[in-house]
């Protein structure tokens, strides 16, 4: 069964530092993985997504994210975070054939302090 | 463009009362269409997904049912709240099964007292 870990349930930081928000997936295949961003009160936004090619994705807003195969990994990084980026972030993963079943990690809170 | 929107954005029931969630696409035809449930404090878990009108999959089972009465609308309900369905809900929809991009609702916060 396909699962995913975000070890780290709440992250906070300074305006202007560096941000890895962690993600481990266990899939047995190849996966397509996401990250998804929720802000308050609202749904959630593809920050986010990877199935093949150059390991390292740019998302929205200078996050990028590192495909680690041999570590099962999906780290989310960002050079410089913002408070507007102080939102609930969430690693997801699924195969890639239609129908497949989306299964998201637990989430991880990012307080950014201004 | 697409639009989601779900209603209402929030509700407290009483343990043992009915409930309707509903969500509409606007702007799409044939969407794929699904509900999630997100527990307070919680992950995000797929409950049911819908590929047409008529058609619902249950993913699990949370005594709670889905369906779809037209090609644009999808309804969670339940005859019988239990106070482990609060949580906040979230419809998404995406363009077809092989598409990965899911859009979601703005939620309904759902408080089972």
């Known amino acids: 069964a396909q699962s995913v870990t975000q070890p780290d349930a709440r992250v906070t930081v300074s305006e202007g530092a560096s941000l890895q928000l962690r993600c481990k997936y266990s899939y047995s295949g190849t996966p397509y993985l996401f990250w998804y961003v929720q802000y308050p009160r609202q749904g959630l936004q593809l920050l986010l997504k990877y199935y093949s090619g150059d390991p390292v994705v740019q998302g929205v807003n200078g996050f990028e994210a590192e495909f680690i195969k041999s570590n099962s990994s999906f780290h989310l990084r960002k050079a410089s975070v913002h408070w507007s980026d102080s939102a609930v972030y969430f690693c997801a993963v699924r195969g890639w054939w239609a129908g497949a079943k989306l299964t998201f990690g637990g989430g991880t809170r990012l307080t950014v302090r201004p | 463009a697409q639009t989601i929107h779900q209603w209402p954005v929030a509700e407290i029931k009483a343990v043992g009362s009915p409930l309707s969630l509903g969500c509409t696409i606007k702007?799409?035809?044939?969407?794929?269409l699904y509900w999630y449930w997100q527990a307070t404090g919680g992950t995000l878990q797929q409950l049911f997904y819908s590929i047409t009108v008529g058609q619902v999959e249950s993913v699990v089972q949370l005594n709670l049912s889905a369906s779809r009465p037209k090609d644009d609308q999808f309804i969670l309900s339940t005859e019988k709240l239990l106070l482990s369905h609060s949580g906040f809900y979230l419809c998404?929809?995406?363009?077809?099964?092989?598409?990965?991009?899911?859009?979601f609702g703005h939620g309904t916060k759902l408080s089972v007292l």
């Open positions: 702007g799409k035809s044939s969407p794929n």
């Open positions: 998404a929809w995406s363009l077809d099964s092989s598409n990965e991009r899911l859009f």
